[in-house]
């Protein structure tokens, strides 16, 4: 069973930059789908950006061109640079990841992964000036 553990939330001004870890453990070689997620608060879980097995990566219109997802470590690291960050960026952010039947679908500016398996506890991400 894989375990996912974020880490790298903060404060930041607008305008700041911030890189998210999130460190998975257990054989990560048939996750489909990873991807990640942010809840601000009394809003919606958004699924932000995600990444599958071919490295073909998705990102939501919110963050795209802002936002970048990479795998390193033999998958053992999923990490989320951000950039130009805003105080709408403000929630926490998961970590998320499918086993072999999941799925990552993009649709009118939405993205995820479909059959999330485990789930990260979430860091907290503030940007206020």
């Known amino acids: 069973q894989v375990q996912l553990v974020e880490s790298g939330g903060g404060s930041v001004q607008p305008g700041g930059s911030l890189r998210l870890s999130c460190a998975a453990s257990?054989?990560?070689?048939?996750?489909?789908?990873m991807g990640w997620y942010r809840q601000a608060p009394g809003q919606a879980l958004e699924g932000i950006a995600v990444v599958d097995s071919d490295g073909n990566t998705y990102y939501a219109d919110s963050v795209k061109g802002r936002f970048a997802i990479s795998k390193e470590n033999a998958n053992s690291t999923l990490s989320l640079q951000m950039h130009s960050l805003k105080p709408e960026d403000t929630a926490t952010y998961y970590c998320?990841?499918?086993?072999?039947?999941?799925?990552?679908?993009?649709?009118?500016?939405?993205?995820?992964?479909?059959?999330?398996?485990?789930w990260g506890p979430g860091t907290l991400v503030t940007v206020s000036s």
């Open positions: 998320a990841a499918t086993g072999p039947f999941g799925g990552s679908w993009d649709s009118n500016g939405h993205v995820g992964c479909n059959n999330i398996d485990v």
């Open positions: 257990g054989d990560t070689s048939s996750n489909y789908c």
